[in-house]
């Protein structure tokens, strides 16, 4: 058993074999996912865990070298989540958004319901 970073088997695997400019969204559980897209399903019920939560956890295993949110996003708390990884936030309409999902490794549903709290990561290299 792993002493730190994520202890969830397979969101560990997708983090680790993610390569530069990979992409990986942490959703908020409503988020619908193409197709043929994996799924990791994290909600337990609402609110939990929460996407800050999952975020967090999940920078600290992965090199991240940009986000994308959707253009309708609006919570601050969220938005500061996201603000708080220090890289490149771009934000597009929600539908694209949901476009750019098609080509992620993986989503990550959490517990979240607040609307729009949805962020796709960019993978970047640690040197």
Request: with cysteine.
């Amino acid at each position: 058993m792993r002493d730190t970073g994520l202890w969830h088997p397979r969101l560990a695997s997708l983090v680790a074999g993610l390569g530069h400019t990979d992409t990986i969204v942490v959703a908020d559980a409503g988020l619908p996912v193409p197709a043929g897209v994996e799924t990791v399903q994290l909600a337990l019920t609402r609110g939990v865990p929460s996407f800050r939560a999952v975020l967090a956890a999940m920078a600290g295993d992965l090199v991240i070298e940009a986000a994308t949110v959707a253009a309708e996003l609006t919570d601050e708390a969220v938005l500061a989540g996201v603000r708080a990884l220090g890289v490149p936030v771009d934000s597009v309409p929600h539908t694209e958004l949901k476009h750019r999902c098609a080509t992620a490794s993986a989503v990550v549903r959490t517990g979240e319901a607040t609307p729009y709290a949805n962020v796709i990561l960019r993978a970047g290299v640690p040197f």
